[in-house]
């Protein structure tokens, strides 16, 4: 695990050497206050320099690691102090333990009209020694205007909510989404206070609904709120 910085005229220099040789960086005013140090005509803001970072990442056919993904590369624990942390599914051995987290939501008919079975997608899930807590999916789908993410499933077992794991599974999905190319991500919910969420944290907004199948979810709501956000 290294990171390569540079001060003054090396910052970019230095970004650039370590992103394209497969290390992590550091950037920011305390390094440099300028983008264009020959010149320094223009003092700059972190935000500037942060986001000449992610292109030099873009470029470089890497994308930038969510929070999740950085506490567990440095080994620290997950959100709000607790111990989980989040991998790739592995199927078919991971099965039963994601179908015990759906059915807390009663969303563990796979497969069925409402939901293809796990092999379509990607899949993702949030474990403590060894046991599954939590479940997110999302696939991508093609549109006129470019790729569109569609989240499929997430669920966190009740006596794990509020460890910030449907947080963290929804800033990995959203930025894997993003990094693939999505422009903009499509999530079904039917529950009021699942809605409210994903407005509040995530700048959804409520674009329609859709007839559920056959009950899946909340047992006496029969459709599905639909709600978009860009993937900026």
Not at 115 to 122: N, S, T
């Amino acid at each position: 695990m290294w990171a390569g910085a540079g001060i003054g005229a090396l910052q970019l220099t230095a970004n650039a050497l370590a992103l394209f040789s497969g290390g992590h960086v550091r950037t920011g005013l305390e390094d440099n206050p300028h983008l264009d140090w020959s010149r320094r005509e223009t003092a700059t803001g972190n935000a500037d320099l942060v986001e000449r970072v992610v292109g030099l990442a873009a470029a470089a056919g890497r994308r930038i690691a969510t929070a999740a993904e950085a506490r567990e590369m440095l080994g620290l624990p997950g959100g709000s102090g607790a111990g989980y942390r989040i991998r790739p599914a592995a199927l078919p051995a991971d099965r039963k333990g994601m179908l015990s987290v759906l059915a807390t939501a009663n969303m563990h008919h796979v497969p069925s009209a409402e939901m293809d079975d796990f092999e379509v997608g990607h899949w993702y899930v949030a474990e403590d020694d060894g046991t599954i807590l939590g479940v997110a999916g999302y696939r991508l789908l093609p549109s006129a205007d470019g790729l569109v993410g569609k989240t499929t499933l997430l669920a966190v077992t009740p006596g794990n909510r509020g460890r910030g794991i449907g947080q963290a599974l929804q800033e990995l999905r959203m930025a894997l989404m993003r990094g693939a190319g999505a422009k903009r991500v499509i999530t079904n919910a039917d529950r009021p206070p699942t809605i409210d969420w994903y407005q509040r944290k995530f700048g959804y907004r409520v674009v329609g609904e859709v007839k559920k199948l056959h009950e899946f979810g909340l047992p006496d709501v029969d459709h599905w709120t639909t709600l978009e956000a860009p993937l900026r």
